[in-house]
């Protein structure tokens, strides 16, 4: 298949993101969620239990990847990213579990079902890391990343403004049944736009073959890899758990409405909106690296912000909406330059079902960890407390405290991660505002 019959399916291929995007920030991966867990009874341990399901399965790529490229990634992609649109549909039965059983009981059911599309999302996303590097041209792959999440946070946004009103307008646990509802039916759109997309054939020769498994303990073996995925572990473990309970510290310490919550989501979304293209061209134009640890710098942004906000203070949420559009951009950024490196630089096409496994493992550990230990540390550290001045320290603020910390461990490993053909991060900063400002001059 030649580059140009692949060039003319890549909006189906964002579409079927854009779609999923929805479905995704109406059901799992959104504030929508969290509040719905916290409205259900569950304590801090109990949903960051939950929420750790879907980036643990993760590690279940290590172990299916062969069969998956045997079976065909596409193939396998699409049976499992449509079956988990099923599975959520069951969510919609919540309501009646809690009426019978109480919230233990909708903690055991909501999590068994989350186990369930986990592991369904593991298997769709290890087939979806590998057919992706072989449809994306890799000269333009920083510029399709940036476009495709650039269509996507624009429907999130709209999408999350009536999630919002919906949520804000209602008491009981109905309006996150018709959110889900609808996220469902948004879903299987997004399972017929990826039926498109060509590629994905069966690879022969694969399934508990060793060089399948040499390739697995060759990208661990690869040392600038496992520098790559180390750093992306500590960012990880920092990202998963902020986007955790940044929505209950907003809800329980800031004490702002639900409706009102999901404007974080928001505001992270509209940061990366209005840089998300300049990072994909800064990617392609200067390199994966110097994005990636600019951006990083930006992160470091919220969790030291939180830190030092009064809590008290009239417009302290106004004040967090701020540092999560700054942290939205960074993350915009981050993702963009990762995905980059990740496809372009670090990972051989001849073995890219075994590096794409590696890869989602470990991110997987990395993101599960994050809001468990996050919800462990709040429950322990519930009763403390220590003030100085207007600036208050209790459980929230040790956990953001320990995610600066990580981002800072990432940003260092960032740094001195081996490029070859890349600016450094010096001349990429002189650089780039020599481009986008024309009348400034190197010193």
Not at 55 to 77: M, N, Q
Not at 239 to 262: D, H, K, M, N
Not at 347 to 373: D, N, Q, W
Not at 411 to 422: A, V
């Amino acid at each position: 298949m030649k580059m140009t019959d692949t060039n003319k399916f890549l909006p189906w291929m964002a579409a079927s993101s854009a779609l999923n995007g929805v479905f995704a920030v109406l059901t799992f991966g959104s504030s929508v969620f969290i509040l719905f867990l916290d409205e259900l009874g569950l304590d801090k341990r109990q949903i960051g239990a939950i929420m750790s399901l879907f980036p643990f399965c993760g590690i279940l790529a290590l172990f299916i990847s062969s069969g998956v490229a045997r079976l065909g990634v596409k193939r396998t992609f699409l049976t499992f990213f449509g079956l988990r649109k099923f599975i959520m549909l069951a969510v919609l039965l919540t309501p009646w579990v809690l009426r019978r059983g109480g919230a233990d009981w909708a903690f055991y059911y909501v999590a068994g079902l989350m186990a369930l599309f986990a592991l369904c999302r593991a298997a769709a996303e290890t087939a979806y890391y590998p057919w992706s590097q072989e449809i994306v041209p890799a000269p333009i792959r920083g510029k399709f990343d940036a476009i495709v999440s650039l269509v996507t946070t624009l429907s999130l946004v709209g999408t999350m403004l009536v999630a919002g009103k919906v949520i804000g307008t209602g008491a009981d646990l109905s309006r996150y049944m018709i959110l889900i509802g609808v996220a469902v039916g948004i879903g299987l759109l997004s399972v017929w736009s990826a039926y498109w997309i060509p590629g994905g054939r069966p690879v022969t020769g694969t399934a508990g073959d060793s060089p399948h498994f040499t390739g697995i303990w060759d990208a661990m073996r690869d040392s600038n890899y496992a520098r790559y995925l180390t750093g992306l572990t500590f960012v990880t473990l920092a990202f998963s758990g902020l986007i955790t309970f940044l929505p209950l510290y907003a809800r329980q310490v800031l004490g702002v409405p639900p409706g009102w919550v999901i404007r974080l989501d928001i505001s992270s979304m509209l940061g990366g909106l209005i840089s998300l293209y300049l990072w994909g061209w800064a990617a392609d134009r200067y390199g994966s690296k110097p994005v990636m640890v600019s951006s990083l710098t930006l992160m470091l942004v919220l969790p030291v912000g939180l830190l030092c906000v009064p809590r008290g203070m009239a417009l302290a949420f106004v004040s967090v909406l701020g540092l999560v559009f700054f942290w939205g951009i960074g993350v915009a950024g981050m993702n963009v330059g990762a995905s980059r490196l990740l496809n372009v630089n670090l990972v051989p096409p001849a073995k890219r079902t075994p590096y794409m496994a590696v890869f989602y493992a470990v991110v997987g550990l990395a993101g599960g960890f994050g809001p468990l230990a996050g919800g462990w540390l709040l429950v322990r550290f519930k009763g403390f407390a220590w003030s100085y001045g207007a600036v208050t320290v209790d459980a929230f603020g040790l956990l953001f405290g320990g995610f600066l910390g990580l981002l800072g461990i990432g940003w260092i490993l960032f740094r001195n991660l081996k490029t070859s053909g890349e600016m450094s991060i010096r001349q990429f900063a002189f650089q780039f505002i020599q481009d986008v400002w024309p009348g400034s001059k190197m010193p």
